[in-house]
């Protein structure tokens, strides 16, 4: 690589690093081998890796895309379709929560293209709207996947999130698990083995069987 080249892939990032630490993030880091910069979002517990190639050579690409990873939308009318509710045993900061199932609680994050922020209860007063608005509106903005077809003995059925789907979160709506008893032949079950894997069978299959921790206890 020549120097040239270099010196420009060094300036870039430090530009991005420069516009994360003023908007709050103190443990952004450059790596030069992949060209890349890591850091996580006020609010959030997942690093982002930002990839630098797309940038260089356009700076208002720059700030619009750090704008976008870390701006909560200041008026309602903007939020209100980008937020999504998730289920969580526990959240970074003091976001917004209500508790839904034992040991699990309901949260509420602006869904961005790359990275989510957690709501906290101070922007119900910046946005001038109730947590149980705020709470019902997430849950709107999923749409409920819908299976096809009847299944003609227990079967399991995966839901691999691409980190737009939300899967496990559509265990907080109202009816949506047991709406699924002919797909999978039986009284659904749900497995969240990981955040964005949400398993679903029948409450008598050998999954469930095999599964199941109290099942496990007495067997």
């Known amino acids: 690589m020549g120097l040239l080249r270099r010196i420009a892939r060094a300036r870039l990032a430090g530009r991005v690093l420069r516009r994360l630490r003023r908007a709050g993030v103190r443990d952004a880091r450059y790596h030069a081998g992949p060209f890349e910069v890591r850091f996580t979002a006020p609010g959030d517990d997942e690093p982002i890796i930002l990839p630098l190639t797309p940038l260089l050579g356009r700076r208002k690409a720059l700030n619009d895309l750090v ?6 939308p200041p008026v309602w009318s903007e939020a209100a379709p980008r937020l999504r509710p998730v289920l969580r045993g526990a959240a970074p900061g003091a976001p917004l929560r209500r508790p839904v199932l ?7 994050v602006v869904d ?4 989510m922020t957690y709501v906290t ?4 007063t910046g946005w001038k709207t109730s947590a149980d608005e705020i709470f019902a509106t ?5 749409t409920g996947a819908v299976l096809h077809g009847t299944a003609s003995g227990p079967v399991v059925v995966r839901f ?3 980190g737009n789907a939300y899967w496990t979160s559509h265990l907080l709506l109202p009816g949506w698990l047991p709406r699924l008893s002919g797909q999978v032949g039986g009284t659904p079950v749900a497995f969240a083995p990981e955040r964005g894997t949400l398993l679903v069978t029948a409450d008598d299959s050998p999954c469930w069987r ?3 921790p109290s099942r496990r206890r007495s067997s």
């Open 67 to 72: 704008s976008g990873l870390l701006r909560v």
């Open 102 to 108: 034992p040991f699990l609680s309901e949260f509420v």
């Open 112 to 115: 961005q293209p790359d990275t």
């Open 121 to 124: 209860a101070a922007q119900t």
């Open 138 to 142: 997430a849950r709107a903005n999923l």
């Open 160 to 162: 691999v999130d691409d």
């Open 210 to 212: 095999r599964c199941s």
